[in-house]
């Protein structure tokens, strides 16, 4: 080496490879104590939402419900339902589409359309969490986050689009739960009768045991 020659040094860090921020990570468990947060998709439906707000109000229980978009624009008064019993809101896009593959600039564009209707039928209602149709995460963690919504997975997912028989769910519901775990249900998209029966029989079973239910803070840390 001459004494002109410089060594070789290292690139800097933003130039190497798995550059920027580390991915973000939908959350699947809200803590570590008996703690039980239930979630519900694809709603709302004209006849199992009712029936399932009657219930998580029976037994004072919390929830999040993730809405699609084209059914909010069809059942709005759902919606203000829906949190005038104090649940919380979550973007489950606009039309249920698969967004796994979709460029960022399409995910945002869902998402505040998405986002718009729910506030149409609810002003200035806070949406805080997003969850993507069909667990195809893609780039949309990243833009929810960018759009102030906490990306929310799950970690026990009783698989109701396939009922199973109400007394299965309940199986699924009473064995799988774990502390802090996020519960993937559905209140819309087919027939979720027993999906509503199970979480009735479910809920006092699990608070006999033990277990409370509570929601996710939010990106916002509310």
Same mark, same amino acid.
């Given at each position: 080496?001459?004494?002109?020659?410089?060594?070789?040094?290292?690139?800097?860090?933003?130039?190497?490879?798995?550059?920027?921020?580390?991915?973000?990570?939908?959350?699947?468990?809200?803590?570590?104590?008996?703690?039980?947060?239930?979630?519900?998709?694809?709603?709302?439906?004209?006849?199992?939402?009712?029936?399932?707000?009657?219930?998580?109000?029976?037994?004072?229980?919390?929830?999040?419900?993730?809405?699609?978009?084209?059914?909010?624009?069809?059942?709005?008064?759902?919606?203000? !339902?829906?949190?005038?019993? #104090?649940? &919380?809101? /979550?973007?489950?896009?606009?039309? $249920? +589409?698969?967004? %796994?593959?979709?460029?960022?600039?399409?995910?945002?564009?869902?998402?505040?359309?998405?986002?718009?209707?729910?506030?149409?039928?609810?002003?200035?209602?806070?949406?805080?969490?997003?969850?993507?149709?069909?667990?195809?995460?893609?780039?949309?963690?990243?833009?929810?986050?960018?759009?102030?919504?906490?990306?929310?997975?799950?970690?026990?997912?009783?698989?109701?689009?396939?009922?199973?028989?109400?007394?299965?769910?309940? !199986?699924?519901?009473?064995? #799988?739960? &774990?502390? /802090?775990?996020?519960?993937?249900? $559905? +209140?819309?998209? %087919?027939?979720?009768?027993?999906?509503?029966?199970?979480?009735?029989?479910?809920?006092?079973?699990?608070?006999?045991?033990?277990?409370?239910?509570?929601?996710?803070?939010?990106?916002?840390?509310?």
């Amino acid at each position: 080496m001459s004494s002109t020659t410089q060594p070789l040094r290292p690139p800097p860090a933003a130039s190497r490879l798995g550059v920027g921020p580390p991915p973000v990570r939908p959350t699947e468990v809200i803590g570590t104590e008996r703690v039980v947060c239930l979630t519900f998709d694809d709603g709302p439906h004209p006849e199992h939402t009712p029936h399932l707000l009657d219930i998580l109000a029976a037994h004072d229980v919390r929830a999040v419900f993730f809405l699609q978009g084209d059914r909010v624009i069809e059942h709005p008064e759902l919606v203000r !339902r829906i949190v005038a019993a #104090g649940h &919380a809101l /979550g973007n489950h896009s606009m039309h $249920h +589409d698969d967004m %796994g593959a979709w460029a960022a600039g399409r995910i945002a564009s869902d998402l505040l359309e998405t986002n718009a209707v729910i506030r149409h039928a609810v002003p200035h209602v806070r949406v805080p969490y997003f969850r993507a149709p069909y667990g195809a995460w893609g780039q949309t963690p990243g833009v929810a986050t960018a759009l102030g919504m906490r990306p929310m997975g799950w970690r026990l997912a009783v698989t109701d689009w396939e009922p199973p028989g109400t007394d299965e769910l309940l !199986r699924r519901l009473i064995e #799988g739960v &774990a502390p /802090g775990a996020v519960v993937l249900l $559905h +209140d819309g998209g %087919g027939d979720r009768s027993q999906t509503v029966d199970a979480v009735d029989r479910a809920i006092p079973a699990l608070h006999a045991d033990g277990w409370r239910f509570a929601l996710p803070t939010s990106a916002d840390g509310r």
